[in-house]
């Protein structure tokens, strides 16, 4: 049976991005883009909120053939580093899903042949259904308010969660419900500050 796991970072207090909605305040560094390049190539499916859905179309699909940056050693050349470019490689390549009552992905977007929408009244099921059906992980990233609410559904098997260092005092909160969990393991980094927690839901 196919795992819904949920892939995110987090600031040490608890925040999922700034006030202002934006995630790049917390340290989004190669130790964090090394995790999400496992878990995008473990998934056979990667299931989105719109939100996030858009915002990854309008910058993905276009970094695995960028220009090298002069500094590969600047924040913008990291950005496009071999790790950065096979991210984008597979999420052109692997199948996507889109919750969400906003219509049909435009076709202009790099992303609509290989990107699949549905209404949120239709996301339990589908993901009843496609855990018996198909290989690899049902992975989201980002989406916070998708994962909050299937996560009190009761059908995210793991939430994988980095702690950035850093405490921003005011945000958008990472949960919007009580949660209970199980932590099942938890790793550091030799060139990172963030660390990596891996939780279960517990019943």
């Not at 609410?149 to 945000?171: C, F, K, N, T, Y």
């Not at 209970?180 to 517990?202: C, K």
Request: aromatic residues 8%; charged residues 25%; negative net charge.
């Amino acid at each position: 049976m196919r795992k819904v796991i949920v892939n995110n970072i987090v600031s040490v207090d608890g925040f999922y991005s700034a006030a202002d909605g934006n995630p790049l305040v917390l340290n989004m560094d190669a130790a964090f883009d090394r995790e999400n390049l496992a878990s995008i190539e473990a998934a056979g499916t990667v299931l989105l909120g719109r939100n996030s859905f858009e915002g990854f179309s309008q910058y993905w699909p276009f970094v695995a053939d960028a220009p090298a940056a002069e500094d590969p050693e600047s924040p913008e050349g990291r950005a496009l580093d071999d790790v950065n470019r096979a991210i984008s490689r597979r999420y052109s390549a692997v199948p996507k899903v889109v919750v969400s009552d906003q219509g049909a992905v435009p076709a202009e977007n790099a992303w609509h042949d290989s990107t699949t929408v549905i209404g949120r009244s239709e996301a339990l099921d589908w993901i009843a259904a496609e855990r018996l059906r198909g290989e690899g992980d049902i992975a989201i990233f980002a989406s916070r308010t998708l994962w909050n609410v299937l996560a009190q559904a009761g059908v995210i098997d793991e939430l994988r969660i980095m702690i950035s260092p850093d405490a921003l005092g005011v945000g958008v909160p990472l949960w919007d419900s009580p949660m209970p969990l199980e932590l099942l393991e938890a790793r550091t980094f030799e060139d990172s500050g963030n660390v990596q927690l891996r939780y279960a839901p517990r019943a």
